[in-house]
DNA sequence: ACCCTCACCTGCACGC
DNA sequence: TGCGTGCAGGTGAGGG
């Protein structure tokens, strides 16, 4: 259920376990994971693939060849990734399997069958959802001037605009309650209308919560090696205003409030944030 | 170009 | 106990 931070940790977790491996066969159990290529053409086209790279785009995970060729994976709100040992039983949902040169497998698991894998034949030829992203929000790229003007030009709700992946990159429906209420900013107010400061205190609201959950996040276990093959990134984590409908504000002690904003669940302090 | 709604799945908590 | 309802941290297709 992952947000940037998690898949962040994801990928941490991935690269020394599978980094200089080749996957011996690949196996596509579940069509609907790589929707747009056969499941024969899947499994050939990553037979005998060296793994040279692991690395991370918004919350896309990329694994890269040697071949120049890309596997890009999204694990949407339940994929997750597994190593298992030669003697660890399929764990549920498991949908594609790479047998690996060490005798391990490793095992890509999604209850709700939502998360997605493709196949990318070189790095010049990026699915247009990847290409759409906005800049990573921890590079520079991800400038204030870039968010400031971002936030001027939209007419839509702060919540929308910072749910949208192709203007603020990053944030899921947890992290952009968190962020507005860092910045004391309402999740209701239109964009357009944020004054400058109060535009710089939400982009720097962005890039702690983000920054703060990845750090928080290093030091949990995520050790592959375990018997049981462990999950990769599995956290829990404590929110100041997400899930915390009825209670006390951590800063004003006003009772935190619950909306739904396009369909989904926003938690703010009505008090703390106009 | 932009933005909204809905569809895609399974499981779980809750109320009757 | 069983059933119906609503909800879950994500996109992306289709339409206005």
Not at 104 to 114: I, K
Not at 210 to 223: C, H, M, V
Request: proline residues 7%; glycine residues 6%.
């Amino acid at each position: 259920m992952p947000e940037l931070p998690e898949v962040e940790h994801v990928v941490r977790a991935l690269r020394p376990a599978i980094v200089g491996r080749r996957i011996l066969a690949a196996e596509l159990k579940l069509k609907r994971t790589a929707p747009d290529i056969s499941r024969p053409a899947f499994n050939r086209l990553l037979k005998d693939a060296l793994i040279t790279a692991v690395g991370r785009r918004g919350k896309y995970i990329l694994i890269e060849f040697e071949s120049g060729q890309m596997l890009t994976t999204h694990l949407r709100m339940t994929g997750k990734f597994v190593a298992l040992t030669p003697d660890d039983s399929l764990p549920p949902y498991a949908h594609v399997i790479f047998y690996l040169d060490d005798e391990r497998r490793l095992v890509f698991c999604d209850m709700r069958q939502f998360g997605r894998m493709r196949i990318v034949p070189n790095p010049s030829k990026l699915p247009k959802e990847l290409l759409a992203l906005a800049p990573e929000p921890l590079a520079p790229e991800f400038s204030e001037e870039y968010f400031l003007s971002t936030v001027r030009k939209s007419h839509r709700s702060l919540k929308q605009l910072l749910l949208d992946q192709t203007r603020v990159l990053g944030l899921g429906n947890i992290y952009a309650s968190e962020a507005l209420f860092l910045a004391g900013v309402s999740p209701m107010k239109d964009a357009s209308t944020l004054s400058k400061p109060r535009a710089r205190k939400l982009y720097q609201a962005i890039r702690d919560v983000l920054q703060e959950a990845i750090d928080s996040g290093s030091t949990l276990q995520i050790d592959l090696a375990d018997g049981n093959g462990s999950y990769f990134g599995s956290s829990e984590r404590f929110w100041r205003v997400y899930e915390h409908e009825g209670e006390p504000c951590v800063r004003c002690r006003a009772q935190i409030k619950r909306v739904v904003q396009s369909g989904r669940s926003t938690y703010y302090c009505p008090r703390c944030q106009r």
